[in-house]
Nanobody, 127 residues
Framework: QVQLVESGGGLVQAGGSLRLSCAAS????????MGWFRQAPGKEREFVAA????????YYADSVKARFTISRDNAKSTVYLQMNSLKPEDTAVYYC????????????????????WGQGTQVTVSS
């Protein structure tokens, strides 16, 4: 199994930025596609962004496109989520997740496609 630990959450004003990190351990990181999801109180977990195992392919939810950037450093076994122009509606617990990917271009987008999850990190955007 892959163990995932998120960090970087916090409180920020609307329009500000945060960078989330997710450190992985336990397996060969470069064999896994990675994703970020979020869950606000009373709402279902929703897809935010995902990246292929090699980092060459990314996919974003429409709500974060052009504001968020997902990236990865396979040498450091870490995936990042740079969040700019934050809005109050971005407030949620953010989770990273991993999925073993035999195909380099595979970018999973559904929660059910992921096998391992981190514990989450809180992001709060004040208006």
């Amino acid at each position: 199994q892959v163990q995932l630990v998120e960090s970087g959450g916090g409180l920020v004003q609307a329009g500000g930025s945060l960078r989330l990190s997710c450190a992985a351990s336990g397996r060969t990181f470069s064999n896994y596609a990675m994703g970020w999801f979020r869950q606000a109180p009373g709402k279902e977990r929703e897809f935010v962004a995902a990246i292929s195992r090699g980092g060459g392919g990314t996919y974003y939810a429409d709500s974060v496109k052009a504001r968020f950037t997902i990236s990865r450093d396979n040498a450091k076994s870490t995936v990042y989520l740079q969040m700019n122009s934050l809005k109050p509606e971005d407030t949620a617990v953010y989770y990273c997740a991993s999925r073993f990917a035999s195909v380099y271009t595979y970018i999973p987008r559904l929660p059910t496609e992921y096998g391992n999850w981190g514990q989450g990190t809180q992001v709060t955007v004040s208006s």
